[in-house]
């Protein structure tokens, strides 16, 4: 196990960006010989605001709950395959809040060294990097980051690890 790096999270939100992200982070764990964990963050903060300005009703809220914690299952379990095919166990961690909130608070509880990411969406005002919760959750957590980018490369990566 390296000293350098001894434990990874992925955070997963559904994006291909964010598969990407969970590649890589298998091929970086199962080199370093580190724990690797896989964190989706389903965000009852925005549905909140979204029940209190009126857009989704009470009923709306639980059925989109509902379908957001079925998404969690779905990625947490595709990217725990993804380990598996290259015999690497992964921690998965299904948590509900604000994203940046969970995340942050996720690395400080596990002790994590590197949180790797997908690449982040692009900016097209101040607004959206102000509410981006990924990109805060980046900015605000006590460990390294990683950002994952070029899909070739990931793919070539992934394909070539035993």
């Keep these: 196990m390296s000293d350098i790096i001894r434990k990874i999270l992925v955070y997963v939100d559904g994006t ?3 598969v990407l992200a969970a590649h890589y982070a ?4 199962k080199t370093l010989d580190a724990e690797l964990s ?8 925005a549905l909140g605001t979204l029940v209190r300005s009126r857009i989704f009703l009470e009923d709306e809220e639980m059925e989109y709950r509902n379908e957001l914690n079925a998404d969690a299952e779905r990625y947490l379990h595709h990217v725990k395959a993804i380990g598996q095919e290259k015999s690497l166990d992964i921690t998965l961690l299904n948590e509900s809040g604000s994203v940046s909130g969970e995340i942050k608070k996720c690395v400080k509880e596990n002790d994590i060294d590197l949180l790797v990411i997908g690449e982040l969406s692009r900016i097209q005002s101040r607004r959206d990097q102000f509410y981006d919760e990924t990109e805060r959750a980046m900015r605000s957590v006590p460990c390294s980051v990683l950002i994952v980018k070029d899909e070739d490369r990931v793919w070539e990566m992934y394909d070539r690890l035993k």
Aim: hydrophobic share 55%; charged share 5%; net charge negative.
């Design 16 to 18: 291909e960006h964010a």
């Design 26 to 29: 298998v091929c970086l764990s």
């Design 38 to 45: 896989a964190l989706f963050v389903v965000n009852t903060q």
